[in-house]
C-alpha cells in the first residue's frame, strides 16, 4: 500500500513552466514504477509520462515530449513532472500513479492513485 500526494499546480499564462510534485508515504518508493496522467473536463484521463523504479527509464505522450520531464528521487520518496512551455491544452487535472509489479515502462497498468492537482495554463 502506498498513499501518493501530489503539490504543485497553479495557474499559468502559456508559455510558462510548474513544477509537479508526487510525495510517496507508507512504502518505499523504489517499489514502484511511477506515471503522471491528466484528465480535462468532459475528457478521458489520458497518459502523461512514466519512470522506471531507479529512474533510468522514461516515457512520454508525444504531445508532451521535448516539453515535460518526468524524474524522482527516491531518497526523499518523490516523483516529479517539469512542465515547460505549457499551452492551453494541458489544462487538466494531474494525477500521479504507482505500479507495484514488473511491467514495461508502457503499460498503463497502475495500482495506486493521488487526489490530483489542477493545472490552468490562460492564453
Known amino acids: 500500500q502506498v498513499q501518493l500526494v501530489e503539490s504543485g499546480g497553479g495557474l499559468v499564462q502559456a508559455g510558462g513552466s510548474l513544477r509537479l510534485s508526487c510525495a510517496a508515504s507508507?512504502?518505499?518508493?523504489?517499489?514502484?514504477?511511477m506515471g503522471w496522467f491528466r484528465q480535462a473536463p468532459g475528457k478521458e484521463r489520458e497518459f502523461v509520462a512514466a519512470?522506471?523504479?531507479?529512474?533510468?527509464?522514461?516515457y512520454y505522450a508525444d504531445s508532451v515530449k521535448g516539453r515535460f520531464t518526468i524524474s524522482r528521487n527516491n531518497a526523499e520518496n518523490t516523483v516529479y513532472l517539469q512542465m515547460n512551455s505549457l499551452k492551453p491544452e494541458d489544462t487538466a487535472q494531474y494525477f500521479c500513479?504507482?505500479?507495484?509489479?514488473?511491467?514495461?515502462?508502457?503499460?498503463?497498468?497502475?495500482?495506486?492513485w493521488g487526489q490530483g492537482t489542477q493545472v490552468t495554463v490562460s492564453s
Open positions: 500513479a504507482a505500479d507495484p509489479s514488473p511491467n514495461t515502462i508502457a503499460s498503463m497498468k497502475y495500482d495506486y
Open positions: 507508507g512504502r518505499t518508493l523504489s517499489s514502484f514504477r
Open positions: 519512470i522506471s523504479r531507479y529512474g533510468s527509464t522514461t
